[in-house]
């Protein structure tokens, strides 16, 4: 085994004022990559006293496993297996795993936890093991390595692949949950425009990441996380100040990721479209931490067909976000991770219904609902007749406009919705990135490059909103707010209040369907970018400030050009309770699972598995 071993490569980077990091290696074992940490975990023998052979050419490093209580089963670490917890005064050759014979010597007094390591043979320190991963669809912008202290860095290893960078893991044989660490060892992505202490960000453009500087702090969210354990793997690709790209032409700054579902050629929606594409690519990925100000997590949750959710606004401070309509939130296959991830992220903020169920709204409404009458529509009317059966409840048919005509504030004038809130978010968003993002860059870019006075290339989508923004007076703005203000009391009052009950917390249950089950190729010519005027469903808790989530439920087969064949693509539902209910969304999913009227998406081709196409 130890001959195969192959050691790959070792960086040392110099950085300035600072003497050097020790950025450490990667090595192949058995035919898998994987990556060890320059962080020790603690010193597990005295080199002196210990015979435990180093890999060939492998700097002195050998695979050890360490059994502290619990077991390991990766075969490449098991020729030498340091144990705790009993007495051992000689090393021994032991059988413990099936035809493996392990040198066995005794762990005393350190506290390392089980799992495998490599050991530095000079000094007996024990380095923790990452495995390696190729991030092949294009998911991620940066890899990094979570230090001790808090801080990251980039994970120096790169294994086999094809224009896409490595991913590192930590084993999850090292971590056990525990009431202060819920989250330990749980696996997530990070939007990248989220500040992370050391690292630069890109904000899904590269003038921008030349321009600034690393981060010093981590956003506070995203604290939140990492002191509930969770381990931050590598930042994801947005689409330009998350804007929304369509793939391939608008993405002139980074390659567009890559959808893994039907025939692996689709849109991966965005903005997060790094995460989307990640949570349903990669089984060894379970969280992404991502915003949405209209529509930037449901896109990518709809047509990846896993769970997401716009939170309610405001739910937690936004530090180096834009504020006005953006809110931060989370894509996962795992409604039982996404409920502890909120109640981490948000803090006191969230109340999980863990430890005492809600007694749910017994009333549903569908807005805008399709009728069983399509493959599409089955399996929507069918998962809203099931959730009403749980709720006890009977799904009615909602129709905004006539409930806005029957009760709309008088300030209104008589217009209808769609007038009042036409160029309400175009106006919103374009003067915000206008004001709190746009004019500092450029103003940054010029006094850096005095050649140039604005950065070089920009996205067809920010430059026609921005544009469009610059040509509205500055009175809009306030207007725009007016009108959202006028939209969200009438609805939070007349169509969603809040529930008296604590424990229902929301008056009733709304399920709309964004956009789900078609095909959107990423090899289209695209004409030039739309502008978001009309209202739609999807605003409402832009608007509105309530969470807005997706559900995947299944799949509907379509025809693709691509693959000259019939394809499965997801089916996904949108649910909205009122604003500050978040806490609901999650533990009805969690329940839904457990009564058989969801299940938990797979990675892969189809939300029940299967290998990618490409
Ligand atoms: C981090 O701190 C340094 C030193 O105080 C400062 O020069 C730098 O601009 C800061 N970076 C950011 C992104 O704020
Ligand atoms: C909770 O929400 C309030 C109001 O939006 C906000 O000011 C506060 O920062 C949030 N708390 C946390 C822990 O995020
Ligand atoms: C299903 O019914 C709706 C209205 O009830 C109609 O608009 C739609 O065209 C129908 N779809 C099919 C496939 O028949
Ligand atoms: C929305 O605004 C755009 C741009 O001003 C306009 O072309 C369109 O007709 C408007 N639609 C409605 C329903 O008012
Ligand atoms: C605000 O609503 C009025 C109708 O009451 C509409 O004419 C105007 O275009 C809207 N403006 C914005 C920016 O939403
Ligand atoms: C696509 O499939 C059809 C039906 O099987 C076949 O007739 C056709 O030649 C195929 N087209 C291509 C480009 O392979």
């Known amino acids: 085994m130890i001959n195969r071993?192959?050691?790959?490569?070792?960086?040392?980077?110099?950085?300035?004022?600072?003497?050097?990091?020790?950025?450490?290696?990667?090595?192949?074992?058995?035919?898998?990559?994987?990556?060890?940490?320059?962080?020790?975990?603690?010193?597990?023998c005295d080199p002196q006293s210990s015979d435990i052979k180093p890999v060939r050419n492998g700097l002195g490093l050998a695979p050890v496993t360490v059994v502290a209580?619990?077991?390991?089963?990766?075969?490449?670490?098991?020729?030498?297996?340091?144990?705790?917890?009993?007495?051992?005064?000689?090393?021994?050759?032991?059988?413990?795993?099936?035809?493996?014979?392990?040198?066995v010597i005794g762990l005393s007094g350190i506290q390392v936890p089980s799992g495998p390591y490599f050991v530095d043979t000079f000094t007996g320190e024990a380095y923790p093991v990452f495995r390696l991963y190729d991030d092949f669809a294009g998911a991620f912008s940066?890899?990094?390595?979570?230090?001790?202290?808090?801080?990251?860095?980039?994970?120096?290893?790169?294994?086999?692949?094809?224009?896409?960078?490595?991913?590192?893991?930590?084993?999850?044989?090292?971590?056990?949950?525990?009431?202060?660490?819920?989250?330990?060892?749980?696996?997530?992505?990070?939007?990248?425009?989220?500040?992370l202490a050391g690292m630069k960000r890109s904000n899904g453009n590269r003038a921008w990441y030349g321009l600034y500087p690393p981060a010093n702090s981590t956003s506070i969210a995203i604290q939140n996380l990492i002191d509930a354990g969770a381990i931050i793997v590598g930042l994801q690709k947005p689409s330009q100040f998350a804007n929304g790209e369509t793939p391939t032409a608008d993405w002139v700054n980074y390659h567009a990721p890559f959808n893994p579902r039907g025939d692996g050629y689709q849109d991966t929606a965005s903005s997060s479209a790094g995460a989307g594409s990640?949570?349903?690519?990669?089984?060894?990925?379970?969280?992404?931490?991502?915003?949405?100000?209209?529509?930037?997590?449901r896109g990518p949750a709809g047509v990846q067909g896993v769970f997401g959710n716009r939170p309610t606004h405001g739910l937690v401070s936004l530090d180096g976000v834009m504020p006005t309509l953006d809110t931060v939130g989370f894509l996962t296959r795992d409604p039982y991770i996404w409920?502890?991830?909120?109640?981490?992220?948000?803090?006191?903020?969230?109340?999980?219904?863990?430890?005492?169920?809600?007694?749910?709204?017994?009333?549903?409404?569908?807005?805008?609902?399709?009728?069983?009458?399509?493959?599409?529509?089955?399996?929507?009317?069918?998962?809203a007749a099931n959730l009403a059966d749980f709720l006890g409840a009977r799904v009615k048919p909602l129709d905004l406009d006539k409930e806005w005509a029957r009760s709309a504030p008088a300030q209104a004038k008589g217009q209808s919705i769609a007038q009042l809130l036409n160029t309400t978010y175009i106006t919103l968003i374009s003067k915000d990135q206008t004001r709190l993002l746009r004019d500092r860059f450029y103003e940054d870019y010029a006094g850096n490059r005095p050649r140039w006075s604005t950065p070089l290339c920009q996205s067809p989508p920010p430059l026609a909103r921005w544009s469009w923004g610059d040509?509205?007076?500055?009175?809009?703005?306030?207007?725009?707010?007016?009108?959202?203000?006028?939209?969200?009391?009438?609805?939070?009052e007349k169509i969603l209040p809040p529930s008296p009950n604590p424990q229902t917390c929301s008056s009733s249950i709304i399920l709309?369907?964004?956009?789900?089950?078609?095909?959107?190729?990423?090899?289209?010519?695209?004409?030039?970018?739309?502008?978001?005027?009309?209202?739609?469903?999807?605003?409402?808790?832009?608007?509105?400030?309530?969470?807005?989530?997706?559900?995947?439920?299944?799949e509907i087969p379509v025809f693709s050009a691509i693959t000259n064949h019939t394809?499965?693509?997801?089916?996904?539902?949108?649910?909205?309770?009122?604003?500050?209910?978040?806490?609901?969304?999650?533990?009805?999913?969690?329940?839904?699972?457990?009564?058989?009227?969801?299940?938990?998406?797979?990675?892969?081709?189809?939300?029940?598995?299967?290998?990618?196409?490409?």
């Open 471 to 492: 040509g509205q007076p500055e009175s809009a703005y306030d207007e725009a707010i007016a009108n959202k203000t006028l939209f969200m009391n009438w609805f939070n």
């Open 512 to 554: 709309h369907t964004d956009s789900t089950g078609y095909l959107y190729s990423r090899n289209r010519y695209l004409n030039p970018p739309a502008l978001p005027f009309t209202f739609s469903n999807g605003l409402i808790s832009v608007f509105a400030e309530t969470p807005d989530s997706v559900y995947p439920l299944g």
């Open 278 to 297: 990640s949570i349903g690519s990669y089984e060894w990925l379970d969280l992404a931490v991502v915003s949405d100000t209209g529509g930037s997590i």
């Open 567 to 614: 394809e499965l693509v997801p089916v996904t539902v949108d649910i909205i309770a009122a604003r500050g209910c978040d806490s609901i969304i999650a533990q009805l999913a969690k329940d839904l699972v457990a009564a058989g009227v969801l299940a938990i998406p797979r990675t892969g081709k189809s939300l029940q598995g299967g290998e990618i196409l490409r």
């Open 142 to 195: 940066q890899s990094l390595l979570q230090t001790p202290d808090g801080h990251f860095q980039p994970l120096s290893a790169q294994g086999p692949s094809s224009g896409s960078i490595t991913i590192g893991v930590p084993s999850r044989l090292y971590f056990t949950q525990t009431k202060e660490k819920p989250l330990v060892g749980v696996r997530s992505g990070v939007k990248d425009i989220f500040p």
């Open 339 to 383: 409920d502890i991830a909120n109640a981490a992220f948000y803090g006191g903020n969230f109340t999980s219904y863990r430890h005492q169920p809600p007694s749910y709204p017994r009333r549903l409404h569908g807005l805008d609902f399709p009728t069983a009458n399509s493959s599409k529509g089955r399996i929507l009317s069918g998962f």
């Open 5 to 44: 071993a192959i050691f790959l490569g070792i960086l040392i980077s110099f950085v300035a004022a600072r003497n050097f990091e020790f950025a450490c290696c990667s090595m192949r074992l058995q035919d898998v990559h994987y990556f060890i940490s320059p962080l020790s975990a603690g010193r597990v």
């Open 69 to 103: 209580e619990s077991e390991s089963d990766q075969p490449a670490f098991l020729d030498t297996i340091f144990v705790g917890g009993v007495k051992i005064s000689e090393p021994t050759t032991e059988t413990y795993y099936t035809s493996h014979t392990s040198f």
